[in-house]
């Protein structure tokens, strides 16, 4: 085979490859979104709170932050979307570990809601926070609520209830 003409077979192989490959990133991609929809959509329309919770970190943790937005109010998701908002380059909570929820506290604090209520949750986080906190243990206060017959969605959250 003369120099050109390998030339262009191993460029047809190089292409060849590299859809190849291009494809099966495309494919990988697909598949984790509809795993992340079958296992975390029936969880955020779960009638006890305390699931809709731990479903909204454990996609965070598995990286579905777009799909965990799902379990927030649209006051929380607005506020994410503001122009000055600021998103850490790694979601503090991605492959953290020892991810625990508490049980429930009929703590009302918004009052938007017919039941609102708080949660602990607790994890030990591998990236620094958007504050600036460094890898290590989260204690965060939830909120959720409902109206009635209304699905739960989380409130807010923070340091202190």
Do not use: K
Request: hydrophobic residues 45%; aromatic residues 10%.
């Amino acid at each position: 085979m003369s120099d050109p003409q390998r030339r262009r077979a191993s460029l047809t192989a190089g292409i060849i490859a590299a859809l190849l490959l291009g494809g099966a990133i495309l494919l990988a991609a697909a598949a984790h979104r509809a795993a992340g929809e079958l296992i975390f959509a029936p969880r955020f329309a779960s009638p006890d709170a305390g699931e809709v919770v731990a479903g909204y970190f454990t996609a965070r943790q598995w990286g579905y932050r777009g799909l965990s937005e799902r379990a927030l109010a649209p006051e929380v998701r607005e506020q994410l979307r503001a122009p000055n908002a600021v998103h850490p380059l790694i979601d503090d909570v991605f492959l953290a570990c020892d991810l625990a929820v508490s049980a429930p506290l009929e703590t009302p604090l918004y009052g938007e809601y017919a039941e609102e209520l708080l949660f602990e949750v607790a994890y030990r986080a591998h990236w620094r926070e958007v504050t600036g906190a460094p890898p290590g243990p989260r204690h965060w206060f939830v909120y959720a609520g409902r109206n009635v017959g209304g699905p739960w969605l989380i409130l807010g959250q923070g340091t202190g209830p």
